[in-house]
Every structure is written in structure tokens, then in C-alpha cells.
């Protein structure tokens, strides 16, 4: 079986009722990351942090998969699928795909603050008192801006074993993950989807479908199911 390796962002999300963050009317206008995405404000206001993630958490128990979730998990019919997720949504998993990477950490999961292998299902919102069976405050399971990215370690060998690699709906501009492209080898053929104009990366083999998710992944899925 040929292997495709497919890196999302919010945008694959998106018609499923999710914000993204930099498109205009994005979660990033509204909050400012310093304030809710980075240890440092957590530190500053632990409230207002499990409240920016409760109210994330109750939107997504409210969201189902889209069409784009689920043309991926037909694509393994087929293909070795592996999904490296910049989201912390479980949009891909409820629309099926049965190996996905979540770079940037699980909203339905809680951390504790002081052993980090302390990692629980989590549905209802999160308060302060909220502790691991070790007495330590919970967090929310995300990778927060300045903290390291120890999915990378299993990203980059998928990527590099990708026979077709395909980025859908992310900005490229947040690292490391946004670097993973270039972990691809040259012949592989690579396909990004997109709604909007953006700066295409300067690599070999690379072709833009300029749709929305739920189109352009539906097309693109129809392709290699034909081949
Ligand atoms: P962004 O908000 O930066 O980018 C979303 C991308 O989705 C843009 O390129 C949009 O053009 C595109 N888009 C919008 N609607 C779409 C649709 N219907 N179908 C397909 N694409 C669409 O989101 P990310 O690139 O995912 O990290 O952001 C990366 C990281 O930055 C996130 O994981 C998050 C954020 O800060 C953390 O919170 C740690």
C-alpha cells in the first residue's frame, strides 16, 4: 500500500463550525495568545485560561466531522493514512481515520501541572481544584506557544516515508510543524488545499487546489481512489 501522509490545520475545521485562528474574525482577534496559548499566562490567570479552553471544549462537543474528515478516512481504503493534526478538535477520529498525530495536544484531554504522563479523558469544564489522582492542578492537554513539540519525533519519520503528501487548510506560519514539508523527498508528489491566495512554499512537486476543505478534499480524494 502507498503511504499518504496529510498535515491539517484549522481550516479542515472550519466548515464544521470551528473557528480558525488568523483568518479575519478569528479566535486570534479575540484573545490575545500570549494571554491564553503560553505557560506565561498561565501563570499570570489560570481562570482565564480554563475559560478560553472551556468554551473551546463546549463548541466542539456541539461539532460534528465535515465532509473533508470523512473523505480522509474513505481514503484509507486504499492507501496507509497517516493524519498530523495541528488541531486539538477530534473532528478527524469521529470522522473515522484510525492514525492521527495531534502535534499541538487534545482538547478532551486534561494534564497534570506536575507529572506530564498524568493525561485524562476530559469532557466538562475544567476549574481550579481540578487535580490528577496525585493531588497537582490539571491543565488543559495543549501545547502551548513556547513549549516543546515531542510529536515532532513521530511526525518526521511519517512525513519522510510519505509516497504523497497533502497540507490542508493551515497557515504555515506556526513552527516546527509548519517545517515538516520539507522533510518530503523530492519526486513525492504534494498537494496543498486552501481556500485562500497564500505564499506557496518553494517545493518540487507541489500543486494548489484552491477550494474550501470540503470540496477540494473530496476532489482530491475521488483522484487517488481512482488510481
Ligand atoms: P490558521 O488560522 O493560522 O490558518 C487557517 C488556514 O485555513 C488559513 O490558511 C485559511 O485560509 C484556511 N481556511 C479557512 N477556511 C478554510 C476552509 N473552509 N477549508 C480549508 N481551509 C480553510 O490555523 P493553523 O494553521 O491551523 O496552535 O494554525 C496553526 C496553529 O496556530 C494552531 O494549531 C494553533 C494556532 O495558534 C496552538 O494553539 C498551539
Redesign the pocket.
Known amino acids: 500500500m502507498k503511504k499518504v501522509v496529510v498535515l ?5 475545521s ?2 464544521s463550525g470551528l473557528k ?4 479575519s474574525n ?3 482577534e479575540e484573545h490575545r ?1 500570549e494571554d491564553v ?1 503560553s505557560p506565561e499566562g498561565w501563570y499570570r490567570n489560570k481562570e482565564l485560561v480554563l475559560d478560553f479552553y472551556n468554551q473551546r471544549r463546549k463548541q466542539l462537543l456541539a461539532c460534528n466531522p465535515n465532509r ?1 474528515h470523512f473523505a480522509l478516512a474513505e481514503l484509507e481504503q486504499m492507501y496507509d493514512v497517516s493524519i498530523i493534526t ?3 478538535d477530534n473532528l478527524h477520529e469521529a470522522g473515522g481515520s484510525t492514525h492521527v498525530v495531534h ?3 487534545e482538547l478532551l484531554k486534561a494534564r497534570s501541572t506536575e507529572y506530564e504522563e498524568l493525561i485524562y479523558d476530559w469532557q466538562k469544564d475544567m476549574v481550579i481544584g481540578d487535580t490528577c489522582e496525585r493531588g497537582a492542578q490539571l491543565r488543559p492537554h ?4 513556547g513549549e516543546a513539540v515531542p510529536k515532532m519525533d513521530e511526525a518526521i519519520p511519517l512525513v519522510r516515508q510519505a509516497d504523497i503528501f497533502i497540507v ?7 513552527y516546527p ?1 509548519a517545517g515538516l514539508i520539507n522533510y518530503t523527498s523530492y519526486e513525492t508528489p504534494k498537494w496543498l ?4 491566495d ?1 505564499p506557496l512554499p518553494r517545493i518540487p512537486n507541489l500543486k494548489f487546489i484552491n ?4 470540496v ?1 478534499v473530496d476532489y482530491l480524494v475521488k483522484l487517488l481512489l481512482q488510481e
Do not use: C, Y
Open positions: 491539517t490545520g484549522a481550516g479542515i472550519a466548515e480558525t485562528f488568523r483568518d478569528g479566535l486570534w495568545i496559548a473533508a495541528q488541531n486539538v502535534l499541538h495536544g495543549i501545547v502551548w506557544f490542508i487548510g493551515t497557515s504555515m506560519v506556526v510543524a488545499i486552501d481556500p485562500n497564500m477550494e474550501k476543505a470540503t477540494g
